[in-house]
């Protein structure tokens, strides 16, 4: 007879908050609906960026989560930052090429040198320990991990090792030897060769290699690859369906999510500034609010600007639900794409809940890459060069006239973006294991 029991091993998990969570959050979620029964294997006690306890309301109660210790040297690396600077550390302050200190600059090296594939690395192990005989015991014939952290991906490698009949899916959310994160951790060429080596050995050994744009497919695939298919994220339409728009009284601009040294907004907010000394009338109209973590260096370039200080606000990471409330009374969603080697395969998860939302999308980043041909498609906007200012100054008083006239693009929600969708996607792919 046919296993529907699938078991999915993910760092992240609620109550851990951002878009990297939601991928298989929401796979687990349509998985039980339609007669699957997934198994969720998670750390204990993680050490999670952000935290976002209204997610927990998408895990199914028939759905058992493991919570397995995990011990990673983060905690005390942070700890010991907070100590020597008095700062806590971000990482968005982390993410990046610019100005770092003595001690961030160590505790990069160490993370890049030392903690290979990443400093989670000490969960392999006893997780695959315990992995073993709980497969065994609950009859589960096929296993996911999704990465980053790509340690995850080597657990799945042990176990498909001890058991060969274990149908393995390595899901990659980012690249790994190639991930532009990587070039901000001062790596050898040693701790470079061995990530290639371990990323070869999963994608040779998986049974199936999924991954999150086209550019990546084509990317893995040139790397070894044999199976590799694309399941891009998407928008829950259960999230949505309470959404309604309202006239906003100033031109309200927002930015959704982390913003960091490889993710530069000031581009965009350089075009603002400048159609602000120019247009007295958008001047007054406009406010820019970036939600989510901003790193110190953006922060101090709004801060030390006086015309950007006055019209830009910063607001702390929100719970999803909040986050989909603010949607609503939104006039343009502003997208800033990673400027990296792998710039054209850049589709933040956060897209497609931007598309969901029904409001115009200005993008910064490569104008030929996969974002901008889904924008594009779906009628939702543009994305342009950061180079670009008289593009980027146009769009903006194009969106600007359409705010006070009132009228909003004719996009189109693209369902083949619903995780619903997406999950009849992915069962079609598990099937196909047999």
């Known amino acids: 007879m046919f296993s529907r029991r699938v078991l999915i091993i993910s760092y992240y998990w609620p109550p851990s908050g951002g878009s990297g969570v939601q991928r298989w959050l929401k796979f687990v979620k349509y998985l039980s609906l339609k007669g699957w029964e ?5 750390p204990e006690n993680p050490h999670f960026a952000t ?3 209204s997610l927990l309301k998408d895990v199914p109660p028939q759905v058992e989560v493991i919570r397995f210790p995990i011990w990673e040297p983060y905690q005390t690396f942070n700890k010991l930052t907070s100590v020597l600077t008095g700062k806590k550390l971000q990482q968005v302050d982390v993410v990046g090429t610019g100005k770092k200190s003595l001690l961030q600059k ?3 090296w160490v993370r890049g040198n030392f903690f290979i594939p990443d400093a989670r690395r000490f969960w392999i192990k006893p997780s695959v320990e315990f992995l073993t005989e709980f497969v065994q015991r609950n009859q589960i014939e096929k296993i996911i991990t ?3 952290p790509h340690s995850v991906h080597l657990i799945g490698r042990n176990l498909k090792r001890k058991n060969p009949a274990l149908k393995w899916v390595a899901d990659f959310r980012d690249p790994w030897s190639e991930w532009d994160l990587l070039d901000t951790l001062q790596i050898s060429g040693w701790a ?3 990530h290639k080596k371990m990323e070869n050995s999963v994608l040779s050994e998986a049974d199936l290699v999924l991954t999150v744009t086209p550019y990546y497919v084509r990317q893995f695939q040139l790397l070894g690859g044999k199976n590799v298919h694309l399941i891009t994220n998407g928008f829950d339409e259960d999230d949505f369906k309470s959404i309604r728009h309202e006239r906003t009284k100033k031109f309200t601009i927002r930015h959704i999510g982390g913003v960091d040294e490889l993710r530069d907004p000031r581009s965009a907010m350089l075009a603002i500034k400048r159609l602000c000394e120019r247009d007295e009338n958008f001047a007054q109209s406009i406010i820019v609010e970036f939600v989510g973590s901003v790193n110190a260096a953006f922060r101090n370039f709004v801060e030390q600007d006086r015309t950007l200080s006055t019209r830009i606000v910063f607001i702390p990471h929100l719970p999803h639900s909040e986050l989909l409330k603010l949607y609503g009374s939104t006039d343009v969603l ?3 794409l990673a400027h990296a080697a792998l710039a054209k395969g850049n589709i933040p998860g956060k897209l497609f809940e931007y598309l969901a939302s029904g409001n115009p999308i200005m993008g910064v980043g490569a104008s030929d890459g996969d974002a901008a041909l889904i924008i594009k498609t779906a009628g939702a906007g543009n994305v342009y060069e950061a180079t670009d200012q008289a593009g980027l100054e146009d769009a903006f008083m194009r969106s600007f006239a359409d705010w ?3 009228t909003k693009p004719n996009a189109q929600t693209l369902t083949n973006y619903s995780r619903r969708v997406l ?3 992915l069962i079609t792919l598990l099937e196909k294991l047999n």
Not at 38 to 42: A, L, M, R, S
């Open 38 to 42: 997934p198994y969720v294997f998670t």
């Open 51 to 53: 935290q976002d306890a």
């Open 106 to 108: 160590f505790g990069m």
């Open 146 to 148: 999704t990465g980053p």
């Open 192 to 194: 470079r060769k061995r």
């Open 334 to 336: 502003l997208l800033v």
């Open 404 to 406: 006070k006239a009132n």
């Open 423 to 425: 999950t009849d996607n």
